[in-house]
T-cell receptor, first 114, second 116 residues
Framework: KAGVTQTPRYLIKTRGQQVTLSCSPISGHRSVSWYQQTPGQGLQFLFE???????NKGNFPGRFSGRQFSNSRSEMNVSTLELGDSALYLC?????????????FGPGTRLTVT | AQTVTQSQPEMSVQEAETVTLSCTYD???????LFWYKQPPSRQMILVIR??????QNATENRFSVNFQKAAKSFSLKISDSQLGDAAMYFCAYRSWVSGTYKYIFGTGTRLKVLA
């Protein structure tokens, strides 16, 4: 099976712009989670989608949003970019939501905001 | 609120030796899962080992084992016979299900260097 894929891998944006990141889960996986990884904060949970519905949300401002399509692919959008949004954004998929399921991570999208 | 603390930002180990990475967490929940993930340089994060809180027996996966002390809220990872390929960032993670909501909390990571 192909792993989790994320596009683009690298992105440079300027402050105030918006950006959309894409994640394709492993075939058959219906749950997709997004994380922000920064050197000082580690991984912070953004949100989780299952069956095109947001099931969980972390403590991020409303500028961060996402959606999931019927084929389980997910997109994450960040509007009005700030310098502090520079980070590695990781997507992870699992068959279902739940604590018992291992999450499979993608390679990430490295976002740089200048 | 739940927290996960990895107090060792960086560790070094000689090849073939044993190293232990520390992780402590804080929670009032009784049912949860703990994980160790490995993130090699410029590569994808992968699961190393998983521990269910209700299981007293420590999980083991080949050279990787955990020391799970539920009362002390400690979850350390032991890597035996360290190999060069073990060099990576290691993240301790906590997951639980409470009142219809999943919680996912990661530590800040420990960078492991393996010396030849």
């Amino acid at each position: 099976k192909a792993g989790v894929t994320q596009t683009p891998r690298y992105l440079i944006k300027t402050r105030g712009q918006q950006v959309t990141l894409s994640c394709s889960p492993i075939s058959g996986h219906r749950s997709v989670s997004w994380y922000q990884q920064t050197p000082g904060q580690g991984l912070q949970f953004l949100f989780e989608y299952f069956s095109e519905t947001q099931r969980n949300k972390g403590n991020f401002p409303g500028r961060f949003s996402g959606r999931q399509f019927s084929n389980s692919r997910s997109e994450m959008n960040v509007s009005t970019l700030e310098l502090g949004d520079s980070a590695l954004y990781l997507c992870a998929s699992s068959p279902e939501p739940g604590t018992t399921y291992e999450q499979y991570f993608g390679p990430g999208t490295r976002l740089t905001v200048t | 609120a739940q927290t996960v603390t990895q107090s060792q930002p960086e560790m070094s180990v000689q090849e073939a030796e044993t190293v232990t990475l520390s992780c402590t967490y804080d929670t009032s929940e009784s049912d949860y899962y703990l994980f160790w993930y490995k993130q090699p340089p410029s590569r994808q994060m992968i699961l190393v080992i998983r521990q269910e809180a209700y299981k007293q027996q420590n999980a083991t996966e080949n050279r990787f084992s955990v020391n799970f002390q539920k009362a002390a809220k400690s979850f350390s990872l032991k890597i035996s016979d360290s190999q060069l390929g073990d060099a990576a960032m290691y993240f301790c993670a906590y997951r639980s299900w409470v009142s219809g909501t999943y919680k996912y909390i990661f530590g800040t990571g420990t960078r492991l260097k393996v010396l030849a």
